[in-house]
């Protein structure tokens, strides 16, 4: 059971560059979330999706862009890499409401 | 904004100690409280939730809630090394988890 997965694990990108981060589960989860986390701040959320086809912004939107593709998949994209994107990305799923969250193995992302 | 304060530590205790880790809350309507461990350079993981008032007790793990200070713990019984980490408190809000910055563990052998 691989739980929650992403892809790419590291990603060097240019200013200016886009790209996306992509996250599936195969648990079955109603609700996905992408956080980025930068020394000092803990976990901060930047977009999520409570349910299949609806998405809202979380507490770090800026700069960012998401897709919820169906159950299993959420996206997140880059449209123009800033250096201050550079950061380790995760992607989480969880059954919804108040339940735990599980989350996949990060994607290291570096802006020069 | 929904706060959630964690000390930064280090918290340094020896083996077989017991870590008291602690976090506060801003947002009266949280609704359930979680505790992850985080390994330098991994994901996080859970360890234990907690949704009533009270005490809830997990093997070494004892995670604490008190919703009228805001206010919840984790005691970590017989640390070991191998619990040398950083905790992560997390408080939902119904579909959104907010974390706070973490507590980096030692465990000194």
């Known amino acids: 059971n691989a739980g929650v997965t992403q892809t790419p694990k590291f990603q060097v990108l240019k200013t200016g560059q886009s790209m996306t981060l992509q996250c599936a589960q195969d648990?079955?989860?109603?609700?996905m979330y992408w956080y980025r986390q930068d020394p000092g701040m803990g976990l901060r959320l930047i977009y999520y999706?409570?349910?299949?086809?609806?998405?809202d912004k979380g507490e770090v939107p800026n700069g960012y862009n998401v897709s919820r593709l169906n159950k299993r998949e959420f996206s997140l994209r880059l449209e123009s890499a800033a250096p201050s994107q550079t950061s380790v990305y995760f992607c989480?799923?969880?059954?919804?409401?108040?339940?735990?969250?599980?989350f996949g193995q990060g994607t290291r992302l570096t802006v020069v | 904004q929904k706060e959630v304060e964690q000390n930064s530590g280090p918290l340094s205790v020896p083996e077989g100690a017991i870590a008291s880790l602690n976090c506060t809350y801003s947002?009266?309507?949280?609704?359930?409280f979680f505790w992850y461990r985080q390994y330098s350079g991994k994901s996080p993981e859970l360890i234990m939730f907690?949704?009533?008032?009270g005490d809830k007790e997990d093997g070494r793990f004892t995670a604490q809630l008190n919703k009228a200070s805001q206010y919840v713990s984790l005691l970590i019984r017989d640390s070991q090394p191998s619990d040398s980490a950083t905790y992560l408190c997390?408080?939902?809000?119904?579909?959104?988890?907010?974390f706070g910055s973490g507590t980096k563990l030692n465990v000194k052998p």
């Open positions: 997390a408080v939902t809000d119904f579909n959104k988890f907010y």
């Open positions: 648990m079955n989860h109603n609700s």
């Open positions: 999706s409570a349910s299949e086809g609806t998405t």
């Open positions: 947002d009266r309507g949280s609704q359930s």
């Open positions: 989480a799923s969880s059954e919804g409401g108040n339940t735990e969250a599980f």
């Open positions: 907690i949704y009533s008032n």
